[in-house]
């Protein structure tokens, strides 16, 4: 059994302090939540918010770190020093580091690595755009995406590992992946897995949807066989409508 999960990645969005109320807001709704839940706030934000969901279910995690371990990189994070401000966790190549800031697979190979040495979880993030599925790319696209970023690791490596399928097309623009169009793609990510690593370690694997999931589409979306939760953006801002993606049951 897969543990369902609902992350929120916050952006760059959001002061310190209003994202201690957001979190102080989540806890306070939270209830009996079976998902596991991840909050992705801004790195300023890390050692503030580590305290109170120290005592919490709640995961705090990195949205980006530096691909090396250390050194003269002015103005970069790393893992290490992440982790040291209460991250546990860190995305990987969300489609706007990889569009906005040029991260190529080799870097996020690299940054998988710096986050597997750390025992942080990683979040490894694919899509394709609009017109790479419009010509029909879109399988093969996200098949390389995951090629390339846990090339030459072991599966035992890659164990925690998350991966979140998110179509460039679906984030931030209000057009969602259909409920039939994201299953067809975590089952195909699936099956990759699969014939990498076997089945029994693809069954295990947890595939998150993300791109425009709100509280009105997150039950539907989370009933698809192999969603097993989401990565939500806008929608996570606002206390109320992440706790009710948090709360979705999945509509079989
Ligand atoms: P939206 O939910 O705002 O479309 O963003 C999705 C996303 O990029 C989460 O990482």
């Keep these: 059994m897969r543990t369902h999960l609902v992350a929120g990645n916050w952006k760059m969005h959001t002061h310190p302090n209003e994202g201690l109320d957001l979190v102080h807001e989540i806890l306070g709704g939270l209830g009996e939540a079976k998902a596991e839940v991840w909050v992705f706030p801004p790195a300023t934000h890390l050692s503030l918010l580590a305290e109170p969901l120290a005592q919490s279910p ?34 990987v190549g969300h489609s706007e580091r990889r569009q906005l800031f040029g991260e190529t697979g080799k870097v996020l ?24 599925r419009e010509s029909g790319n879109h399988m093969e696209v996200v098949r390389n995406q995951i090629e390339e970023a846990i090339e030459g690791f072991e599966l035992h490596a890659l164990d925690a590992l998350v991966i979140a399928y ?81 709360h979705a049951k999945p509509q079989v």
């Design 58 to 91: 709640v995961k705090l995690g990195a949205q980006n770190a530096a691909a090396a371990a250390q050194g003269a990189y002015t103005g970069e994070l790393s893992v290490s020093m992440l982790k040291a401000c209460g991250a546990q966790g860190l995305l």
């Design 166 to 246: 998110e179509p460039v097309w679906a984030i931030g623009t209000g057009q969602t992946a259909s409920p039939f169009q994201a299953q067809e793609m975590h089952a195909f990510i699936r099956r990759v897995w699969a014939k990498k690593f076997g089945e029994s370690s693809a069954e295990h694997l947890r595939i998150l949807y993300g791109g425009s999931v709100k509280p009105e589409n997150a039950a539907e979306l989370f009933g698809q066989t192999d969603i097993d939760g989401g990565l939500i953006g806008g929608a996570s801002l606002k206390a109320a409508d992440f706790l009710r993606i948090v």
């Design 109 to 132: 190979n690299q940054k998988l690595e710096r986050c597997l040495e750390q025992a942080l979880t990683p979040f490894l993030c694919v899509g394709e755009t609009l017109a790479e």
